[in-house]
DNA sequence: CGTATATATCTTTTT
DNA sequence: GATATATACG
C-alpha cells in the first residue's frame, strides 16, 4: 500500500464498503486516492479487476488513472472497467445493440451531424430555420436526455411555448432517424443503457452482479441521467465511492446537476463523507486568494483548503495588472514568460487559461513572433477541419453504409453530377420508404426504375459501382491506413484537392497526409479508428513538449503548472456576459467556480490581468475590471501594470474618461478603417486594384485595373 | 448541374 | 476571419 498517504486519504482509500462521498479539494490527491483506492481492493482480493467500475469525465483523466494504476498493479490493470461514462456506456451498447432495435456497429454523431440531421428535420416539417436555429432546438433536446428522459418520459405541459409545442415531436421524428440510420448521439450512450436496463432485468441484473466496486471522478459533473445510470448499476452491492467538490462544478451548462453532490448523503443512505483539505500543490498566497474568492458562493459543502504539513507554503502574492488594451495584455504576457523562463520554469510549466475559446488567437498571434513554443489544447479541432471531416465521411459509409449523413456529405464531393435535385429525391424515397439513403439509391438505379432521369441515373450508378469496389477493400486483410488511402484515391477525393488551385488545397493535403499517417501508427481496423473520432477531443492529447499551453479554463480542470496566467478578467468576458444577462445568481457562482478552478491550477505563481479596452468581435469595447477582482483578499495581492491598482471603483471612474477615439465614430463600421469615397485608389481580395467611381451608402462602384467596373460593398475592399 | 461571387452570422464553456 | 447560404450566370 502506498505509505504517503495521510490519514484522511488513507482512509478514503481504505473505506471500501458502502457508499462514501470523498470531498476533495483543488491539489488535494484526488487521483492518487483513486488509483490507491482501485488498488487496495485488488490486491486485497476484495474483488477481481473486472469487477471494478471506475467512471471519470475526460479520456485524460482515464488514461492517466489507467497508467498509474498499472504502475502499481501490473498489466491486471487493463482488466478493470476504466473509462468515461460515454466510453462504458458505448462499451455496453455495443454487446446488447440490437434488443433495442441497433445493429452493433452503430455510428456515434457528434455536434455537428446532430446539428444537420435536426435541421434536415426542421426543413422538412417547414419550420423556419432561422428564426428556430436547429442549435437551439437541439439544446432543448440534450437537455432532456442529460435529465434522463426519452421522448415519452418528457412532461407534456413544459415545452408549449417554444415552436408552437412542436419540439417534442421533432424530438420523437430525431429519435426515429437516429435509429433508422443506426446511429446514435451522445446523450444517447446513456440514456439507451437506461432504457436497455428497464426494459431488460437479466442484463441490468448480470452489471449488477459484476460491478462489486464503483469509483466516480468529479461527481459534482454529473448530469441526472449519469446519475441514474450509477445508482442502477450500484443497487447490488452498493460501494459506490464519488470523489468531488462542489466548488469546482462548471458544467451546469452541459447538465450536470450540482445537487447531485449536494444531496449524497441523502440519495445514498448511510453515506460517509469525507474531506481531503491539505493541499500539495500551491502556496499560500494562492489559496488564500482561490479561498477568499469562492467564500462568496453560497449553498457550498463548505471545505478550507490549507497547505499541507511539510509543504513550504510560502510564495509570491498573486499579481493583479490592469493594462490598456489586449494587445498590451499579450505582451506583458510574453515578458513576464521570459523572466519566468529564464528564472528556471520551463515552457511547459506555464499556462495561459482563458475564458472563451477565441481568446487563445490573440496570445498564440504573440507567442509566434515571440518565438515562443506554445500549443493551444483543445482549440481549432483537427477532425472539425473539412477535409478531415470528408474522409473520415467516406470511411463511415463503409462502416456502416446506413450512415447517411456521411453519405450525403461525400456522394457528390469530389463533383460526380449527383446535384441537388438528384439528392432531393434519394431523400424523399428513403423518407417515403424507412430506409436509409443508401439503399434508396440502390432501389433507383434498377433497370425498372424510371424516378431518375437517364443522367442523373448513370452518375448514381457510377457512384454505387464505385462504392461496392472499396467495400470489397473492407474484406480483404488490408491495414486501415493503407484502406483509407485507396479510399482517397480511388474516390477522386486526393485528385480533387490536387487539381484544386484554391490556396489553401495545398494545407488540405498535408493533413490528410498526416490522417494517414495517425491511421498507421494508431489503428488497425476503421472501426478503432471511428471510434477515437467520436470519442476523443484534441483536449486530450496533451504533449509533453517544452511549450507553453493555452487552453479555456474549462479545459484545465485536472491539470496544474508552475505558473498560471489569467488574463481577461473584464466584466462581460469573465465573468461572461451571457452569465450575467441571464444566468442570475446561479450562473455567477459557476463563473465564481472557474475563476477558482484557475486559480487553483497554479501551483507558484499566478498572474491575473485586465484590459480596459479590448476588441470584440471586431469592435472596440472599453470593459471594467471583472468584479471578481474586488472579491480577491487584498493581502493575497500585488498590484503592477500601466493601470495601477485594482480597486473597482476607481476603475469605474476612469475608463469612460479615456475611452478609444474610434469607438464612438459613426461613420464607418468598420474599426479604424478610414472611409473610402470617391476617387480613391483600392485593393480587393480577389479583384486586385482599381479606383472608386461613385459611392452609394457603403455599395461602392470601383473600376478595377484588370476586370474592369463592378460593384463592391466599402467592406471588402482596402483604401491604398 | 456547376461555378463564382456576395453576404450573413457567429463566438461560452465539451463528452 | 472562417464558413454556410444565397444568388447569378454559364
Not at 437516429?178 to 431488460?200: I, S
Not at 462542489?246 to 446537476?257: F, V
Not at 483543445?378 to 473539412?386: I, L, S, T, V
Amino acid at each position: 500500500m502506498d505509505i504517503d498517504l495521510n490519514p484522511e486519504q488513507t482512509k478514503a482509500v481504505e473505506t471500501t464498503e458502502g457508499a462514501v462521498l470523498v470531498l476533495s479539494g483543488a491539489g488535494t490527491g484526488k487521483t492518487r486516492v483513486l488509483t490507491s483506492r482501485l488498488a487496495y481492493i485488488i490486491s486485497n482480493g476484495l474483488a477481481a479487476p473486472w469487477e471494478c467500475l471506475a467512471v471519470t469525465f475526460t479520456n485524460r483523466a482515464a488514461t492517466e488513472m489507467g497508467e498509474r494504476l498499472s504502475g502499481i498493479i501490473g498489466p491486471a490493470a487493463s482488466q478493470v472497467w476504466l473509462g468515461t461514462f460515454h466510453r462504458i456506456g458505448l462499451r455496453i451498447l455495443r454487446r446488447h445493440a440490437e434488443l433495442l432495435g441497433y445493429t452493433s456497429n452503430f455510428t456515434i454523431l457528434g455536434q455537428d451531424d446532430q446539428e444537420r440531421l435536426l435541421k434536415q428535420i426542421m426543413e422538412a416539417e417547414n419550420i423556419d430555420v432561422k428564426k428556430n436555429p436547429p442549435r437551439a432546438v437541439l439544446e432543448v433536446i440534450q437537455g432532456w436526455k442529460d435529465k434522463g428522459l426519452s421522448v415519452s418520459m418528457v412532461p407534456t405541459n413544459t415545452h408549449e411555448d417554444f415552436l408552437n409545442g412542436k419540439i417534442l415531436s421533432l424530438y420523437r421524428t430525431y429519435q426515429d432517424r437516429l435509429k433508422n440510420t443506426n446511429a446514435m448521439d451522445f446523450g444517447d450512450l446513456l440514456l439507451l443503457c437506461l432504457e436497455l436496463f428497464k426494459a431488460h432485468k437479466d442484463i441490468l441484473e448480470k452489471y449488477q452482479n459484476q460491478f462489486r466496486y464503483i469509483l466516480v471522478d468529479e461527481y459534482q459533473d454529473t448530469n441526472v441521467s449519469q446519475y441514474l445510470w450509477l445508482r442502477l448499476l450500484a443497487q447490488k452491492h452498493g460501494n459506490i465511492c464519488c470523489v468531488g467538490d462542489d466548488d469546482q462544478s462548471i458544467y451546469s451548462w452541459r447538465g450536470a446537476e450540482i445537487g447531485n453532490i449536494l444531496k449524497f448523503d441523502r440519495d445514498f443512505p448511510n453515506a460517509q463523507i469525507i474531506r481531503l483539505e491539505s493541499n500539495y500543490r500551491s502556496t499560500e498566497h494562492i489559496l488564500g486568494a482561490a479561498s477568499g474568492l469562492i467564500r462568496h458562493n453560497e449553498g457550498r459543502l463548505g471545505k478550507d483548503l490549507k497547505v499541507a504539513e511539510g509543504q513550504d507554503g510560502s510564495g509570491d502574492k498573486v499579481s493583479v495588472s490592469g493594462v490598456w488594451d489586449g494587445r498590451e495584455e499579450a505582451s506583458r504576457l510574453i515578458e513576464q514568460t521570459e523572466t519566468e523562463k529564464r528564472s528556471g520554469t520551463p515552457y511547459n510549466e506555464i499556462a495561459v487559461l482563458v475564458r472563451v475559446g477565441f481568446q487563445t488567437r490573440e496570445f498564440e498571434e504573440a507567442f509566434i513572433s515571440a518565438g515562443i513554443p506554445y500549443q493551444v489544447i483543445g482549440g481549432a479541432k483537427f477532425y472539425d477541419r473539412e477535409e478531415i471531416r470528408d474522409a473520415v465521411a467516406y470511411l463511415r459509409v463503409l462502416a456502416q453504409q446506413n450512415d447517411d449523413l456521411a453519405l450525403l456529405r461525400i456522394i457528390n464531393k469530389p463533383r460526380r453530377g449527383i446535384g441537388d435535385a438528384t439528392i432531393q429525391i434519394l431523400q424523399q424515397t428513403a423518407l417515403n420508404e424507412h430506409i436509409s439513403v443508401f439503399s434508396a439509391a440502390r432501389l433507383l438505379i434498377r433497370e425498372e426504375s424510371t424516378v431518375l432521369k437517364t443522367a442523373a441515373k448513370k452518375n448514381l450508378r457510377i457512384f454505387m459501382d464505385m462504392f461496392s469496389r472499396l467495400e470489397s477493400y473492407m474484406d480483404a486483410d488490408i491495414d486501415a491506413s493503407d484502406l483509407a488511402e485507396k479510399v482517397l484515391s480511388e474516390s477522386g477525393y486526393l485528385a480533387m484537392w490536387k487539381e484544386s488551385n484554391a490556396p489553401e488545397a495545398q494545407g488540405r493535403l498535408e493533413n490528410l497526409q498526416e490522417l494517414i499517417g495517425v491511421l498507421r501508427e494508431n489503428f488497425k481496423s476503421i472501426h478503432a479508428f471511428l471510434e477515437h473520432v467520436s470519442l476523443v477531443s484534441d483536449v486530450d492529447d496533451m504533449s509533453n513538449d517544452d511549450k507553453v499551453s493555452i487552453m479555456t479554463l474549462h479545459a484545465a480542470k485536472g491539470l496544474e503548472f508552475n505558473t498560471v496566467f489569467l488574463p481577461g478578467w473584464e466584466d462581460g468576458i469573465f465573468p461572461h456576459q451571457r452569465a450575467l444577462d441571464e444566468g442570475g445568481q446561479r450562473a455567477l457562482e459557476e463563473e465564481r467556480r472557474l475563476a477558482y478552478v484557475g486559480i487553483t491550477r497554479a501551483r507558484k505563481k499566478v498572474f491575473i490581468s485586465f484590459a480596459a479596452n479590448r476588441r470584440v468581435y471586431n469592435q472596440w469595447q472599453n470593459n471594467i475590471p471583472s468584479r471578481f477582482l474586488s472579491e480577491l483578499p487584498p493581502e493575497h495581492l500585488t498590484g503592477e501594470g500601466s493601470i495601477v491598482g485594482f480597486k473597482r471603483q476607481r476603475q469605474e471612474s476612469f475608463t469612460p474618461s479615456r475611452s478609444i477615439p474610434w469607438s464612438s465614430s459613426s461613420h464607418t463600421q468598420s474599426s479604424g478603417k478610414q472611409q473610402i469615397r470617391k476617387g480613391f485608389r483600392v485593393y480587393h481580395n480577389r479583384f486586385g486594384y482599381g479606383v472608386v467611381l461613385s459611392s452609394e451608402g457603403n455599395r461602392l462602384k470601383i473600376a478595377f485595373e484588370d476586370i474592369g467596373v463592378k460593384t463592391i460593398m466599402a467592406d471588402f475592399v482596402e483604401a491604398v
